[in-house]
């Protein structure tokens, strides 16, 4: 049988993807490049937020309208069906079958039994190290540590569509890992709900500094990003551990959300802004040339002026040179969906483009420091100009660095020394060395 295969939302969904693509491709099956020459399509949705929920049903929509003529099977599966999970999705718009994503590995049986209907299984699925034969992001690949999240956050819908947060055994990631080098892959991307908490419900204790030691021990050139980690969770072991491991890249991602006590509390995010201000500290201090990311969310209920005020002249000292902003949407069956004050969508977008203008600011005045400095690039394509990025930028989300090259031949994967002649928008220029 062709499948063809739709992965929507966060890179946790792609490795889902990925699963499937595997059980099907060991069974004899193929992933088509295109849905009319398939016979079956599945669509691994995200419905974390609104703008997620309305890109799964566009998608239907879309290939909907492209079954009428093809005659394909359109199965629905991932977040959107376990977070909707009380509606026939088996019904919705030319969906022949819905199924949650913990059944993915399961659709050819389903299809096998003609089970033309919504099915819903267990939250979550964990990957397994031999269930990633098919890659799609060379020369780097994710890796999930977990599912679902036991944090309340008063405005995130994860809890409730993941479930509780559940470790895979440290053994079998670092049997992928091995099995994902062996492939050629340079770059261990980890990714979970909240990476800190790994393995504490394992055996009781935080296992995550045991894991990156672990995985640097693998041999081989290769970078290892660790990507979600709540601040809560970075610990001195954890700062010294990613200050001296080699392989570990010196990157950072805490998602800060706020910055002002009053927002931070009501969102139910357990820290406040000094504690940010000192953690800040003491990363640098430990890792001076580490490179940071955060993320924030705009027009919480009850963000008044002032609240905002406070996220811009904190910006402005904290200077974390890569940060997301993100408007704030009411989901039902989140506790802030019941807040009173909400703003108007017009200040939401005014405050959207002020902090994105002051982060453009911060991030230009950090690419510019980096012109004129050699560094290890990570060459991800070469058609004429060669692209990479450095070990300060995660993929899909960061600065790149392209180099005009005629001369010397480079090899997507390949680590090479490039140095930085200077940056345009978000991204840098180089020269090979």
Request: glycine share 6%.
């Amino acid at each position: 049988m062709k499948y063809y295969l739709v992965s929507l939302g966060c890179p946790k969904n792609r490795v889902d993807s990925e699963v499937l693509a595997s059980h099907l491709v060991k069974k004899g099956d193929e992933i088509v490049s295109h849905p009319d020459k398939a016979d079956t399509v599945v669509i691994n949705t995200c419905s974390f937020i609104k703008p997620a929920v309305d890109e799964s049903l566009e998608e239907i929509h879309r290939l909907s309208k492209l079954k009428e003529k093809s005659g394909f099977k359109l199965i629905l599966a991932g977040c959107l069906v376990d977070r909707f999970s009380t509606r026939s999705w088996h019904n919705y718009e030319g969906v022949d079958m819905a199924v949650s994503s913990s059944l993915l590995p399961q659709i050819p049986q389903f299809l096998k039994e003609n089970k033309w209907e919504t099915l819903l299984g267990p939250p979550g699925l964990l990957a397994t190290s031999d269930d990633r034969q098919t890659i799609s992001t060379f020369p780097y690949a994710y890796i999930k540590l977990s599912e679902g999240c036991d944090v309340k956050c008063s405005y995130c819908t994860i809890p409730n569509i993941k479930g509780q947060f559940r470790s895979r055994p440290l053994d079998d990631i670092v049997s992928e890992a091995e099995n994902l080098l062996t492939r050629g892959i340079k770059e261990l991307v980890l990714v979970s709900q909240d990476s800190g908490f790994y393995g504490k419900d394992l055996n009781g204790q935080y296992s995550l500094v045991h894991l990156l030691k672990k995985l640097n021990e693998l041999p081989g050139s290769f970078w290892i990003r660790l990507m979600y980690l709540n601040p809560l969770r970075i610990n001195d072991e954890l700062i010294d551990t990613l200050a001296d491991l080699e392989k570990v890249v010196k990157y950072i991602d805490l998602p800060l959300q706020h910055t002002h006590d009053d927002i931070l509390k009501l969102m139910g995010r357990p820290y406040r802004y000094k504690f940010i201000v000192n953690l800040l500290e003491k990363i640098r201090k430990a890792i001076p040339e580490v490179a940071l990311r955060s993320s924030f969310i705009i027009g919480f209920p009850g963000e008044s002026r002032k609240h905002f005020s406070h996220l811009l002249h904190s910006l402005s000292d904290m200077r974390i040179p890569k940060a997301g902003f993100f408007p704030y949407y009411p989901e039902e069956n989140t506790h802030a969906f019941s807040f009173a004050g909400r703003l108007p969508s017009r200040t939401v977008s005014r405050r959207l483009r002020e902090s994105r203008e002051l982060q453009a600011s911060i991030l230009e005045e950090y690419n510019k420091s980096r012109v004129g400095s050699i560094r290890e690039l990570l060459v991800e394509s070469n058609r004429g100009i060669v692209c990479g990025r450095l070990q300060y930028d995660a993929p899909e989300i960061d600065s790149r660095v392209y180099i005009q090259n005629k001369r010397k031949k480079v090899t997507i994967g390949e680590f090479v020394k490039v140095k930085i002649i200077g940056h345009e928008g978000v991204d840098l220029k180089g020269k090979l060395v």
